[in-house]
């Protein structure tokens, strides 16, 4: 079993900690973007895959109304009961258990009967762009549709942790994260449609890998940069859903040539951050048919497209995760780099010649250190399986 230590750490934790073994023990991984950035509220298209790091939950019922839940890695429990499941403002690390119980059962958390132990432990590096919160709402989920018999869909268990998000942790996301970390599989990519809110499993191809750069640069969507991006996207739409003579909802109905033709009724912020999606649509859309051809090289310059794209239209980049994006463009066996995920720091995926990784990591490293005086984490990623349950 993948990260089968984290595993048998948890079980350990959870017996000397509730007396008993858990009833249930769930997994879900955390995800890269591979390609489409902002896409997913724009009811565009996404590639992403689970990656091999993620998050273990243990829950056994109880028999009285009470939830008694504890971080593994902190080992600090928290308390309520299923008649009170809110948002809390101390050790907020439990709104994303707290938030995806609620919404799991919208209103019905009452209902229930009884509540339950749990524990979490993973290893998706928190802050790191690689949606941590996301694996542990997706654990939870799993862990507790299990424990009460609650048999859900892929996208309606995703929506109850993207809800958790919103209304819980304060960040406006989208599907992606969610839906990553549930549709994973072993080798293959997921492409996304977040308009149908549909997806499939698809190949890689051979001869490549990608590797993860996660610089040691603070990450964070919650502090407002997201929700701007998103607003200006809104903002965006709305203003072609007027000129423009077909239907538009979404910036997903607009076209780089009309953007090109229509941009001037937008101010100059909305024009540049319309633009990033647009174009990441195209290049999702033209990047399938691409790797449907075994052209994996083609698929790594749109990927150098996407970065650029970040760093000049919509400014979710740093000047870290540029650097990164610089010094892989350098290295022959480096096909493609850009920032993954939200942005605004975080990790930087390549899609690479596994033969070379030993050595990209080692330049990239050094060049890195270099010039910021600090190392990056570096490691090759097996996209890998979605959530599900495991005990
Ligand atoms: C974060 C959000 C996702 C998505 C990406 C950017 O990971 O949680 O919903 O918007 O940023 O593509």
Redesign the pocket.
């Known amino acids: 079993m993948l990260n089968q230590n984290v595993y048998d750490e948890l079980l350990a934790k959870f017996e000397k900690q509730y007396g008993r073994k858990p009833e249930t023990v769930s997994y879900a991984p955390g995800r890269i973007?591979v390609l489409?950035?902002?896409?997913?509220?724009n009811e565009g298209f996404?590639f992403s895959a689970a990656i091999q790091y993620g998050t273990f939950f243990a829950v056994a019922p109880r028999t009285d109304r009470e939830v008694h839940l504890v971080a593994g890695d902190l080992m600090k429990e928290v308390s309520y009961t299923i008649d009170k499941v809110e948002k809390r403002s101390e050790d907020t690390w439990q709104n994303y258990v707290n938030g995806t119980f609620a919404c799991l059962f919208p209103g019905k958390t009452a209902e229930l009967g009884h509540g339950f132990d749990a524990m979490f432990l993973g290893n998706v590096p928190l802050g790191a762009?690689l949606?941590s919160s996301a694996a542990l709402e997706m654990a939870t989920a799993k862990a507790l549709c299990k424990l009460y018999g609650l048999e859900i869909d892929t996208v309606t268990m995703a929506k109850a942790g993207q809800k958790a998000?919103h209304e819980y942790a304060g960040?406006p996301?989208?599907?992606?994260?969610q839906l990553s970390s549930l549709a994973g599989k072993e080798g293959q990519l997921v492409k996304s449609d977040f308009r149908s809110n549909t997806y499939e499993n698809v190949p890689l191809g051979d001869g490549v890998v990608f590797m993860m750069v996660t610089s040691p640069a603070k990450h964070a969507?919650v502090d407002g940069a997201?929700a701007t991006r998103r607003k200006a996207c809104e903002d965006a739409a709305a203003h072609f859903a007027k000129v423009l003579r077909h239907p538009v909802t979404h910036l997903r109905d607009v076209s780089m040539a009309e953007w090109v033709l229509y941009k001037d009724g937008l101010d100059e912020t909305q024009a540049r951050r319309a633009v990033h999606p647009i174009g990441e649509d195209e290049r999702v859309l033209a990047g399938a048919k691409l790797l449907e051809k075994g052209d994996v090289k083609s698929f790594g310059a749109f990927m150098f497209d996407s970065h650029e794209s970040s760093r000049v239209w919509f400014e979710n980049s740093s000047p870290e995760l540029d650097a990164i994006v610089d010094f892989a463009k350098e290295i022959p066996e480096v096909l493609g780099a850009r920032l993954s995920?939200?942005?605004f720091g975080g990790s930087c995926v390549l899609l690479v010649k596994p033969e070379a990784a030993e050595a990209i990591e080692k330049t990239i490293n050094s060049k890195y250190e270099a010039k910021f005086g600090e190392r990056c984490k570096i490691s090759v990623i097996k996209a890998s399986e979605g959530a599900h349950v495991v005990a």
Do not use: A, F
């Not at 489409?36 to 509220?41: A, L, M, P, S, V």
């Not at 996301?173 to 994260?177: F, I, Q």
């Open positions: 973007e489409g950035n902002h896409t997913d509220y996404v762009g949606s998000e960040c996301c989208g599907l992606l994260d969507l997201y995920g939200g942005g």
